[in-house]
């Protein structure tokens, strides 16, 4: 058990393809599979970079935390959490509103929230470890993993980077000649939908960047042809059960909705669903800030990817245009002319919005979560200025400090 443990987190992963492949020849290999799955393992932390903080900084910087709480968050009555953590040690975590106003319940440490687009993050994460365990490439091509896939220049890169040209399936099922309102979209209606109505590519694959929905909707088709698991299984062997993120899921709408937090408008109106509920990898995952905490540690750890690939996680694709904004393999970024980088992710789905900022340098992560409209979430990022030399516009003053 010692042993399995202590391999690589790829390592694993491939055994665990491998068992399962064989458990379907050999019946006497199903106690091992059984023993590999139960342990499937944590990815730890680089531990060189979690020097324990001393209790000054610890305080210092918490202070500063609560009076950008107060101004941005008490004061907009936001319904979530923000948690902001350096070298793994939480500094500041806080929550406040409800996850269901008619009932009153109130949102703790516990409460999982709708990521929006942060899910975006865990899926490129999903896709990348199986890169590494050579379950796929990254530059191949999508056709050669869903046959009915009609664009033959598309590769997984080019989903991940948002490079691909594919038009985005929210604004294409408007049409109700495409799709009867009164059906739940899936992932394989996307693709089946595209290649019977011929949906044209916005632009050239690869000829520019353009933020689009429909590209980790068809990656979340390729974890489940890799895996041979739905996304919701597949997410939780790959990512949630290794990481303990307990409080993690893929949200199963006609089951579970109800019985979750629960997506406002502002003063608690409900935010109203639609026919897109059911597409996953772009949205539907449900977290805590701790949980992303976890995630966090991970995907900073060197037991994550190899260099190679970790350096075209975090790395600009496109550079058509003059800017300091860029994207990388499921994460947004800014790079400045003097080499510093900040990477991020925002989300925003009906009233849900999220904020998931990764300051590399720093070893620090900033997670805001609201299930009440609110933009406040998206200002969190600001307070990257505490821990680096960050030119934000927004300036130290204007937060309090």
């Not at 909707?217 to 042809?225: D, P, S, T, V």
């Not at 949630?240 to 949200?251: G, Y």
């Not at 060197?302 to 970790?310: A, I």
Request: positive net charge; aromatic residues 14%; glycine residues 4%.
């Amino acid at each position: 058990m010692k042993k399995l443990i202590s391999l690589p987190f790829s390592a694993l992963l491939v055994l665990l393809f491998s068992l399962n492949a064989c458990k379907k020849d050999d019946k006497s290999t199903t106690a091992a599979t059984e023993t590999v799955q139960d342990t499937f393992p944590h990815i730890r932390p680089n531990t060189n970079k979690q020097k324990k903080l001393a209790p000054d900084y610890i305080a210092e910087n918490r202070r500063k935390i609560e009076l950008f709480y107060q101004k941005y968050w008490d004061k907009n009555e936001v319904s979530g959490g923000l948690l902001v953590a350096k070298n793994g040690q939480i500094i500041f975590e806080r929550y406040s509103g409800y996850s269901n106003f008619d009932t009153k319940k109130e949102i703790d440490v516990n409460t999982p929230i709708h990521l929006a687009s942060v899910t975006k993050r865990i899926t490129a994460a999903a896709i990348m470890v199986l890169v590494h365990a050579e379950k796929l490439e990254l530059d191949q091509k999508v056709k050669t993993i869903l046959p009915t896939f009609p664009y033959p220049n598309i590769t997984v890169r080019t989903l991940l980077n948002h490079r691909s040209g594919l038009t985005n399936y929210t604004y294409f099922f408007d049409d109700r000649k495409v799709w009867n309102h009164q059906k739940q979209v899936t992932n394989q209606d996307i693709l089946d939908v595209f290649v019977k109505f011929e949906a044209p590519l916005d632009f050239k694959t690869d000829k520019h960047f353009a933020y689009c929905n429909t590209n980790y909707a068809m990656l979340a088709l390729i974890i489940e042809k890799i895996t041979g698991l739905n996304y919701r299984d597949a997410m939780k062997k790959i990512i949630f059960e290794p990481l303990k993120m307990d409080q993690t899921f893929v949200i199963d709408y006609e089951k579970e909705y109800r019985n979750e937090s629960q997506s406002y408008k502002g003063k608690y109106r409900f935010h109203e669903l639609n026919l897109l509920e059911t597409v996953y990898g772009d949205k539907n995952i449900y977290s805590t800030p701790r949980d992303l905490l976890k995630f966090h540690q991970a995907v900073a750890s060197k037991d994550y990817l190899s260099p190679k690939l970790n350096s075209e996680v975090f790395k600009g694709y496109s550079y058509e245009r003059k800017g300091t904004r860029n994207y990388g393999l499921g994460i947004r970024m800014m790079e400045w002319n003097d080499g510093k980088q900040l990477f991020y992710h925002n989300g925003w789905w009906h009233g849900n919005t999220s904020s998931y900022v990764d300051l590399r340098d720093e070893n620090v992560v900033i997670i805001a979560l609201s299930n009440k409209y609110t933009t406040m979430t998206y200002k969190s990022i600001y307070l990257a200025t505490l821990f680096g030399d960050y030119p934000l516009k927004l300036k130290k003053d204007e937060l309090g400090f």
